[in-house]
């Protein structure tokens, strides 16, 4: 049986530490400034704490109850369409299957217009304001970090749990391959990836030896043996080529 996604409202509460982490973001913060413009008047009045942060989204939350209970229930039935193959395209991509600990995964509609995963709680987040196409390569992507981290563990016994998170090269290599992944035919069948959303825009025009990195890889996943000699070839590429990835964080 595939797993299953079920979808809430995030709290809050829940990831306010998160919300501190993306304002302090030099990457993030003119997004979120953008969606929530009377934040930074807000935080002029209550600097950067937990205390001012959670007062405003908290009142934000309360605001748009309704809105963010209603988009809930429009994501939920959204991927509910495409759940079954979806799930059955990433094992047979990955040449893995789902771990017991997949067996039900939680995706919080949440303010926040960043969308990261909990690996140790198999849930991640999802932009309330995001548009059904917008949302579903979001759900697809953070997917595709569950699989892909189980199937490198495959590849590589000794890798670390820490390395899977920021700036390890593991991680790197994650938040990279669903710009290849996402775009196999396969899954293509099933939805069409936004390929404006489904990896960070410094990902898309990263450059290495004045070659775009993603077409490097698009050309290693082509002429691929299997997952593992890809994932194989492009950890080695990006090893090989770590300094010009510093920029990735």
Same mark, same amino acid.
């Given at each position: 049986?595939?797993?299953?996604?079920?979808?809430?409202?995030?709290? *809050?509460?829940?990831?306010?530490?998160?919300?501190?982490?993306?304002?302090?973001?030099?990457?993030?913060?003119?997004?979120?400034?953008?969606?929530?413009?009377?934040?930074?008047?807000?935080?002029?009045?209550?600097?950067?704490?937990?205390?001012?942060?959670?007062?405003?989204?908290?009142?934000?939350?309360?605001? $748009?109850?309704?809105?963010?209970?209603?988009?809930?229930?429009?994501?939920?039935?959204?991927?509910?369409?495409?759940?079954?193959?979806?799930?059955? *395209?990433?094992?047979?991509?990955?040449?893995?299957?789902?771990?017991?600990?997949?067996?039900?995964?939680?995706?919080?509609?949440?303010?926040?217009? *960043?969308?990261?995963?909990?690996?140790?709680?198999?849930?991640?987040?999802?932009?309330?304001?995001? $548009?059904?196409?917008?949302?579903?390569?979001?759900?697809?992507?953070?997917? =595709?970090?569950?699989?892909?981290?189980?199937?490198?563990?495959?590849?590589?016994?000794?890798?670390?749990?820490?390395?899977?998170?920021?700036?390890?090269?593991?991680?790197?290599?994650?938040?990279?391959?669903?710009?290849?992944?996402?775009?196999?035919?396969?899954?293509?069948? *099933?939805?069409?990836?936004?390929?404006?959303?489904?990896?960070?825009?410094?990902?898309?025009?990263?450059?290495?030896?004045?070659?775009?990195?993603?077409?490097?890889?698009?050309?290693?996943?082509?002429?691929?043996?299997?997952?593992?000699?890809?994932?194989?070839? =492009?950890?080695?590429?990006?090893?090989?080529?770590?300094?010009?990835?510093? $920029?990735?964080?």
């Amino acid at each position: 049986m595939h797993p299953k996604i079920t979808f809430t409202v995030g709290k *809050v509460s829940d990831y306010l530490s998160m919300i501190r982490r993306f304002i302090a973001s030099e990457t993030f913060k003119s997004g979120i400034f953008k969606i929530f413009p009377d934040l930074d008047e807000a935080l002029s009045k209550s600097p950067l704490t937990d205390r001012g942060l959670k007062k405003y989204f908290t009142n934000k939350e309360k605001e $748009k109850k309704d809105e963010l209970e209603n988009v809930r229930k429009n994501y939920e039935e959204s991927w509910k369409k495409i759940e079954m193959e979806a799930f059955s *395209v990433l094992e047979d991509i990955h040449e893995t299957s789902w771990e017991e600990k997949h067996k039900h995964f939680t995706a919080r509609v949440t303010l926040m217009p *960043v969308c990261p995963r909990y690996l140790d709680h198999a849930a991640f987040d999802l932009y309330f304001g995001f $548009k059904i196409p917008a949302m579903l390569t979001a759900v697809l992507h953070e997917l =595709s970090h569950f699989i892909f981290f189980e199937k490198i563990k495959q590849v590589y016994p000794h890798v670390e749990r820490y390395e899977f998170e920021s700036p390890h090269l593991v991680w790197k290599l994650s938040e990279i391959l669903p710009a290849i992944i996402l775009n196999d035919p396969r899954m293509q069948e *099933v939805f069409k990836v936004d390929d404006e959303k489904v990896v960070y825009k410094s990902i898309q025009t990263l450059e290495i030896k004045g070659k775009n990195l993603l077409k490097t890889l698009q050309e290693f996943y082509d002429g691929r043996k299997n997952m593992e000699d890809f994932i194989k070839r =492009s950890y080695e590429y990006l090893l090989e080529h770590k300094a010009e990835l510093k $920029k990735l964080k």
